[in-house]
């Protein structure tokens, strides 16, 4: 099936996502978003109404489309296991997919309007949710605080793929941030990990 044509709007957005994460979001003008698409800088008042504007829609993107795939997630497992999986899965493509606006989230937050920056928050969390959950449905004596902490964790170790050397394979990353991701998991709640214990095939 066809992709569907990107429009100008997402564009802009992507462009601003690799400034950001290049310059900063104090580093970079409007003008700059415009010129690195190859049109005047007042082109992106079209879409937005302020770079500022142009942030925030950036950022609760973010996490609206992390709310949503962790949601067809966990729909889509038939236990706890699966599900975890699943979010570990779709984090960690997030991540490769995306690391500059991973980069712009964890560094450029502070420059959403408190409004806006609460509902994003307010999404992650929901989002962290659906692990905490999960890990309950694994290991449910574990209690729900150490629980949250291991998911932040986790989440945090997997967002480390803007830092990894731009020379290992994607295939190979995605292999150790999922197998890292699961083990300090189910190290963290006390249960035993997919597939140990499992003796070696002959």
């Avoid at 480390?160 to 050397?165: G, H, K, M, R, V």
Wanted: glycine content about 8%.
């Amino acid at each position: 099936m066809a992709r569907a044509r990107r429009s100008r709007h997402d564009d802009f957005i992507e462009a601003a996502a690799q400034l950001f994460a290049e310059r900063g979001y104090a580093g970079t003008t409007v003008d700059d978003v415009g010129n690195r698409l190859g049109v005047s800088g007042p082109a992106v008042y079209w879409h937005f109404a302020s770079k500022e504007a142009l942030l925030t829609e950036m950022l609760s993107d973010i996490s609206d489309r992390l709310l949503a795939g962790g949601s067809r997630c966990v729909s889509s497992a038939v236990d706890d296991r699966e599900a975890l999986a699943n979010l570990i899965g779709w984090q960690v493509q997030f991540a490769l997919d995306h690391p500059e606006l991973i980069t712009v989230h964890a560094r450029d937050l502070a420059h959403v309007p408190a409004p806006a920056r609460q509902r994003i928050r307010l999404t992650q969390r929901l989002y962290a949710e659906q692990w905490v959950v999960a890990l309950g449905g694994i290991a449910p004596d574990v209690p729900e605080a150490l629980r949250r902490a291991a998911t932040h964790a986790a989440i945090g170790l997997i967002n480390s793929t803007p830092y990894l050397a731009a020379t290992l394979n994607r295939t190979v990353v995605a292999g150790l941030l999922e197998q890292m991701a699961s083990a300090a998991l189910y190290r963290a709640i006390g249960a035993p990990a997919p597939g140990a214990g499992l003796e070696p095939d002959d």
